[in-house]
């Protein structure tokens, strides 16, 4: 047999034998304007992963960009925040009060496709950085409470005021995960405690801080 027909049926059995998992999402996310559509967004499959360069390598905060879907693009978007240290998804729980303002704890729960686990993102001015609007009423935003920067200090829902402390940036972890930084204190990664959303010092160890950000129309 020539070599080079050897070499094509060896192929096609390691494509047969390869299988993926309905998880496998690669991250790609665009450098977006304000106000930009999510279909922008899906158009662009060859950006960057979560603050990297584009075209960039895992090492360096990029992504794989090859055949990139619209399931496989962080952008603007309705999004679902899965935990990957508990496979849950993240949401807004019991109320709560800050200085006598209403605010929401987060929560886990099994069922994604509730309003409390749904997140808006929206795109601000700096690239990779976004507000997450919670579906549920009150329409709450992702809110680090009272812009703390120490660790254990609770990620809540509260009313938006335009702050860092309520922009995040998506930065990629790896392939398929993400961490999402407070602006206010970059340093800090959004961590699943066991019952809550609160940070802790980004570590890229923690299991914790690796978020998987799937469409909701995907689920």
Not at 143 to 170: L, S
Not at 182 to 196: G, K, L, T, W
């Amino acid at each position: 047999m020539c070599p080079h027909i050897a070499w094509l049926l060896g192929a096609l059995a390691l494509l047969t034998a390869c299988k993926t998992t309905p998880l496998e999402v690669v991250y790609a996310a665009g450098v977006v304007d304000a106000g930009a559509g999510a279909s922008q967004v899906d158009a662009a499959a060859g950006g960057t992963a979560g603050g990297g360069a584009a075209n960039g390598g895992a090492e360096n905060g990029g992504a794989m960009t090859a055949d990139a879907g619209p399931c496989s693009v962080v952008g603007p978007g309705l999004y679902v925040l899965r935990s990957r240290a508990n496979g849950l998804c993240l949401g807004q729980g019991a109320p709560t009060t800050v200085f006598g303002s209403p605010g929401y704890l987060l929560d886990f729960a099994a069922d994604c496709r509730l309003p409390a686990r749904s997140w808006q993102l929206a795109a601000t001015a700096t690239p990779n950085v976004f507000t997450l609007q919670n579906l549920s009423p009150p329409g709450y935003v992702l809110d680090v409470q009272m812009a703390g920067i120490f660790d254990g200090t609770p990620v809540i829902t509260f009313g938006a005021t335009g702050f860092d402390n309520q922009r995040f940036e998506v930065r990629a972890r790896d392939t398929f995960a993400s961490e999402l930084r407070p602006a206010h204190h970059p340093q800090s990664c959004v961590s699943a405690s066991v019952d809550r959303g609160q940070i802790t010092t980004c570590d890229p160890t923690d299991s914790t801080q690796a978020w998987l950000l799937q469409r909701s129309d995907c689920l």
